[in-house]
Every structure is written in C-alpha cells, then in structure tokens.
C-alpha cells in the first residue's frame, strides 16, 4: 500500500491549485498525499470564508476513508478568519470527522513562528484589507506583532496562483525591514516554496510560507523528517528532532 510510512489527508479549497502541488514536492519515500477539496471560497468574502467551516466537515468524512494519519486543513485566510478560538474548534470538529488529529494552516503558521520565538514579523499576502486586518488580529492574539505586511491585494482566490515566484521574491525583499525576526508568506495558493531559501540565504533571516509550515506541522505531527533540502530551514529543522 502506498503510505505505508504516512498517509496525510488535504483538504484544500476547490479552487487551490498550488498546494497539493507544493506538498508533493515534500513527500519522502513511504509517505503518500490524498487530497479532498473543499467548496466555494474563489472571492475570499467574509461569507465563503466562513461557508468553507462546513464544507470542510464533507471534505473530512471523504478523507477519513483512507484512514489518515494526520488531516490538514489548507486554508490560510480559511482558518484565521473567524480568529483563534474558531480555529480551534474547526481543528477539534474535523478530528472527529476525520479520526485524525487536524492542523490548519493558519494554527501551523502560529506554531511554525513561536517555534522560532518570533515575537515580530513581516508578512506578504494576495489579501484584501479585511482579511489582512483579520491576519494582524489573529498575531496578535498569539503574541506575535506584526511589522509591515505588503499585499498583491486580489480578491479572486484562483488568481492567487497566478502570481509568479519571482514576483513573490520581489515583494518579500521589498517588505523585509530589519527589526523583524522573520517574514511569513501567507496564502497556500501563492508559490512560494520554490524561493523559501534563495530568500533565506538573500536575507539572512527565517522565512515561511502558509504551505511549508502546514507541511512542517503535518510531518512533525507523525514522526517524521523528510530531509528536505530545498524547502526553507523550518523543514530541515526536523531533522535535529
């Protein structure tokens, strides 16, 4: 059977083409991914982050037919939105759906940043002013200031994919200042994970992306280092586990 190692369930916004892509590039040898997609949130409104709670909960019960060892919840702005407590409960109703423990993405980015003991950061995302309003909150809410934070501001979710690496270097090297201990990239449609370490390496500090730290908690989660060399220091941080 494949994922005789570690068989992780994604579920994913319908409209995500990014992130099952990025997480395969992760994958070891033993460790399989089976993907799930979640209904609505192309427009990233205040309505379809919040209808997503629910559709999460179909996406999950056709997960769990595979026996999961770990369920993770893709959705940045999909689990920050409603802040931390009804983060909390959409990870507690999806492990009881799933019979697996659940990360989401926005409790991984959380993690991924006290891990480091980052008490200050710079953020990039593709959000609009509301939900970036709605990100600063949920930082806070953990601890965690926010620096500056730079946007590609679109409200249509697909076109989030669209957005080129390099484009995103550009803006990350653009956004950095040099009182913040690390930049997180926020979105698990935006392509990221390709410039994790030409970044780390040109910056000189950590960085993160929404889809690498949800990789890093899933993996965490199930004992498991990838030894991954390209995909930013918090992953090869696994290895000193």
Same mark, same amino acid.
């Given at each position: 059977?494949?994922?005789? $190692?570690?068989?992780?369930?994604?579920?994913?916004?319908?409209?995500?083409?990014?992130?099952?892509?990025?997480?395969?590039?992760?994958?070891?040898?033993?460790?399989?991914?089976?993907?799930?997609?979640?209904?609505?949130?192309?427009?990233?409104?205040?309505?379809?982050?919040?209808?997503?709670?629910?559709?999460?909960?179909?996406?999950?019960?056709?997960?769990?037919?595979?026996?999961?060892?770990?369920?993770?919840?893709? /959705?940045?702005?999909?689990?920050?939105?409603?802040?931390?407590?009804?983060?909390? $409960?959409? /990870?507690?109703?999806?492990?009881?759906?799933?019979?697996?423990?659940?990360?989401?993405?926005?409790? !991984?980015?959380?993690? !991924?940043?006290?891990?480091?003991?980052?008490?200050?950061?710079?953020?990039?995302?593709?959000?609009?002013?509301?939900?970036?309003?709605?990100?600063?909150?949920?930082?806070?809410?953990?601890?965690?200031?926010?620096?500056?934070?730079?946007?590609?501001?679109?409200?249509?979710?697909?076109?989030?994919?669209?957005?080129?690496?390099?484009?995103?270097?550009?803006?990350?090297?653009?956004?950095?200042?040099?009182?913040?201990?690390?930049?997180?990239?926020?979105?698990?449609?935006?392509?990221?994970?390709?410039?994790?370490?030409?970044?780390?390496?040109?910056?000189?500090?950590?960085?993160?992306?929404?889809?690498?730290?949800?990789?890093?908690? !899933?993996?965490?989660?199930?004992?498991?280092?990838?030894?991954?060399?390209?995909?930013?220091?918090?992953?090869?941080?696994?290895?000193? $586990?």
């Amino acid at each position: 059977m494949y994922g005789w $190692r570690g068989r992780i369930g994604l579920l994913v916004p319908s409209i995500n083409t990014t992130m099952e892509t990025e997480f395969w590039r992760t994958v070891p040898e033993g460790v399989s991914v089976h993907v799930a997609r979640i209904a609505g949130g192309r427009h990233g409104t205040p309505d379809e982050l919040r209808s997503m709670e629910n559709a999460s909960k179909h996406a999950a019960a056709e997960i769990a037919m595979i026996e999961p060892d770990v369920v993770v919840y893709g /959705c940045t702005s999909g689990s920050f939105f409603e802040g931390p407590a009804w983060n909390k $409960r959409i /990870c507690e109703e999806l492990t009881e759906i799933a019979g697996a423990p659940t990360v989401t993405t926005a409790g !991984a980015m959380v993690a !991924a940043l006290q891990s480091g003991g980052h008490k200050k950061v710079d953020i990039v995302t593709p959000y609009v002013d509301l939900t970036n309003s709605r990100l600063k909150a949920f930082l806070q809410e953990h601890g965690i200031q926010v620096g500056k934070l730079a946007t590609f501001d679109m409200l249509d979710m697909f076109d989030h994919a669209k957005i080129l690496p390099e484009e995103i270097y550009k803006k990350v090297k653009e956004t950095v200042t040099p009182d913040s201990g690390a930049v997180f990239i926020s979105c698990t449609q935006l392509r990221a994970l390709e410039v994790i370490d030409m970044l780390e390496r040109d910056l000189g500090k950590p960085v993160y992306s929404a889809v690498q730290a949800s990789a890093w908690q !899933a993996y965490d989660l199930m004992h498991i280092d990838p030894q991954i060399a390209d995909g930013g220091g918090l992953l090869r941080s696994l290895s000193s $586990r």
